[in-house]
């Protein structure tokens, strides 16, 4: 007798535990989805053979805390980096500017900027130099005279400076075409490729991070361009393409659209130009 209330103990749990996952099951919801891409005055395509994937986090929100976490390039860090003078580096800290080259330029420096960098100066005797400018002031000291004669050198330095000071302020169009001049110590270039290796990083860390911690389901398209996902607990979700395009004609479109799946019920939704980010157009702009 005792064995036999035992094994109906047993028997009623394993039904009770039976029960309780067949309940659970049934308290989960569905996706189904068509994707199609409508380039520029042509029919729509569907989205063949492609991988969406359902997050527990927004793609885009993914992307910004990764960029975020992993630092964009410090532009302070960036400009004490550079191999330039003192005086450049200590220009650019205090500017909101790093092409340097640019037409107009020369509308934000002064003349006490001309004599104080030595980027600049070299920049500003140039592009005055071979008879372009008529009066403009030459230097009497020689580079000899650094260590032999120190005092004259700077004597004859200081001289030369505040005269080209006069000629400049009352000259001030001597400063322009400048920039053309600066072209060797533009930090510019190196600026963008710092930013554009930052942009790369996050690129290639967000994909992983979105699958091995906000995943919820995945699934690939059909021919059609439909495809579903069964056996989601309800909650709020992302449908996305993780940065990759779907392309059809002109249009390169990208997903990360929110959906809410609901106990016993199925989500149909139509992916489109309208609730996609059309990636070909947002790199033009």
Not at 132 to 149: F, L, M, Q
Not at 159 to 164: A, H
Not at 187 to 202: C, F, G, I, L, S
């Amino acid at each position: 007798m005792a064995n036999m209330r035992k094994l109906h103990i047993f028997v009623g749990l394993l039904c009770l535990a039976t029960a309780s996952r067949l309940h659970a099951q049934t308290e989960t919801g569905a996706l189904e989805f068509t994707a199609k891409v409508t380039p520029t005055a042509a029919k729509p395509e569907p989205v063949r053979d492609f991988t969406f994937y359902v997050l527990r986090k927004s793609y885009d929100d993914i992307v910004k805390d990764i960029d975020l976490r992993d630092g964009p390039p410090s532009r302070d860090k960036f400009i004490d980096n550079l191999k330039i003078s003192p005086e450049l580096r200590e220009w650019l800290h205090k500017h909101d500017v790093m092409d340097i080259t640019l037409p107009g330029f020369d509308k934000l420096m002064t003349p006490e900027d001309v004599l104080h960098v030595p980027e600049f100066l070299l920049a500003y005797q140039r592009s005055n130099s071979g008879g372009v400018t008529n009066g403009i002031p030459k230097p009497k000291y020689r580079d000899a005279d650094k260590t032999e004669n120190p005092d004259r050198y700077e004597k004859q330095k200081q001289e030369y400076l505040s005269t080209l000071k006069k000629f400049i302020q009352a000259h001030p169009e001597t400063v322009s075409g400048m920039e053309l001049e600066l072209d060797g110590v533009n930090p510019a270039r190196k600026w963008a490729e710092a930013q554009n290796t930052h942009r790369r990083r996050v690129q290639q860390m967000a994909p992983t991070e979105a699958q091995t911690t906000y995943l919820a389901a995945k699934t690939d398209t059909d021919l059609d361009g439909h495809g579903q996902i069964r056996g989601l607990p309800p909650g709020n979700y992302w449908i996305s393409s993780l940065g990759l395009t779907a392309a059809a004609g002109d249009a390169r479109l990208q997903w990360d659209l929110p959906i809410k799946i609901e106990s016993n019920r199925t989500v149909r939704i139509e992916l489109t130009n309208l609730n996609a980010t059309d990636n070909l157009s947002s790199k033009t702009k």
